[in-house]
């Protein structure tokens, strides 16, 4: 599935499931066809079936072969659906690449696995939040509505990142509520929280990616990340130097740059001066960002400079240099955040456990020699 139609998928099934949480729709009510759906929304009907279908699972409604779908009684509804809910707290949510995919196979596990999922606090349909006091206000809501756990991605890319993170560990932890942290703990490495943490391997991620150019015989690889990035950005620098090493290579920390993709001025100054010409970027949003800026200074990819990111997000291969990437395996850090999620609420006892998936590399254009 494309990451547009999980974005659809998403926006149908949490339109839908706050129509039936908030009463305007009654037990036995019919919803439109799948035909309706799929024109109202613009997708396809298997779009359509996949969030009917999670709506299905989670007791909220049934469906009846050659009639359609309808409201579930109420309490089929509420003593299944809510029987335990599970809060996300995902900064921008809608505009961070992998995440759709990832909350879009949560949402799909819920209702097999007997939870359902708020979303921004409260059965709401708005995601695109960022701003500290609308994350801590989400854990108090999430307090209030007594959920079973969390689902926590650390807020990124602000000065005061460390101590908003913690503000809003320190509500969960005193209400009691176990957190599933998602793609980065809110540490930095070495440290460990005691959370459960699951994430792509970052490490492993920043060294193969490393080696694309070592093995095309490069003697000097940059490495790019926005100021104030996540604690997982320190992993990926360790991947990127151990690399280096391996190959012989002493790392040197002119090459690593925390400065903003678009700052032309910045970018200048790094290629202009600092000659870097082999770059890794923190995220393929920051490498589409500064593809933009590289062309708009007058450089040629990958003739002059040569550049590469992660995540493997749907844009990438589609811009005007297709990207070189590391493909996050999306589903499966969705399948185990569930599974740890699972054993969590049953007992909130246990030590923290970390989980790591190995992606691969998508060699395209952008690192081309």
């Given at each position: ?295 708009e200074l007058g450089y040629s990819i990958p003739e002059d400079i040569r550049l590469c990111g992660f995540d493997d997000i749907k844009y ?54």
């Amino acid at each position: 599935m494309s990451q547009f139609q999980n974005l659809k998928y998403l926006t149908i099934y949490r339109e839908l499931h706050k129509m039936l949480q908030n009463g305007s729709l009654d037990p036995g009510d019919k919803l439109p066809t799948e035909t309706e759906l799929a024109n109202q929304y613009g997708v396809s009907r298997p779009t359509v079936t996949r969030a009917l279908n999670t709506l299905k699972d989670e007791g909220l409604i049934y469906r009846i072969t050659g009639s359609g779908s309808y409201v579930s009684p109420k309490n089929e509804n509420l003593g299944l659906a809510l029987n335990r809910m599970v809060g996300l707290i995902i900064p921008d949510l809608g505009q961070g690449a992998i995440f759709e995919p990832i909350c879009a196979r949560i949402a799909e596990l819920s209702g097999s696995n007997h939870f359902s999922l708020l979303w921004s606090g409260g059965l709401q349909s708005s995601s695109r939040i960022s701003s500290p006091d609308d994350l801590i206000q989400i854990a108090r809501k999430y307090k209030d509505h007594k959920v079973s756990a969390v689902i926590f991605t650390p807020l990124e890319h602000r000065v005061n990142k460390l101590e908003i993170n913690r503000v809003i560990l320190n509500i969960l932890d005193k209400a009691g509520i176990p957190v599933i942290l998602l793609d980065s703990d809110y540490t930095t490495f070495p440290d460990r929280s005691s959370y459960d943490l699951v994430s792509m391997d970052h490490y492993l991620g920043a060294y193969q990616m490393t080696e694309i150019y070592l093995k095309q015989g490069c003697t000097r690889v940059d490495f790019i990340h926005k100021p104030f990035s996540a604690a997982s950005m320190k992993l990926r620098l360790e991947g990127y130097r151990s690399a280096l090493v391996e190959y012989g290579i002493p790392p040197q920390q002119s090459w690593i740059h925390e400065i903003h993709p678009n700052d032309k001025a910045s970018v200048q100054k790094m290629i202009k001066e600092r000659m870097a010409a082999n770059l890794i970027c923190g995220n393929d949003e920051t490498a589409a960002d500064l593809l933009q800026t590289i062309t708009e200074l007058g450089y040629s990819i990958p003739e002059d400079i040569r550049l590469c990111g992660f995540d493997d997000i749907k844009y990438g291969e589609i811009l005007k240099t297709p990207l070189t990437t590391y493909h996050q395996p999306c589903n499966q850090i969705a399948d185990e955040v569930v599974r740890l999620l699972v054993s969590r609420i049953k007992d909130n006892n246990l030590g923290p456990r970390t989980v790591t998936l190995q992606g691969y590399p998508v060699i395209r254009k952008s690192t081309d020699c």
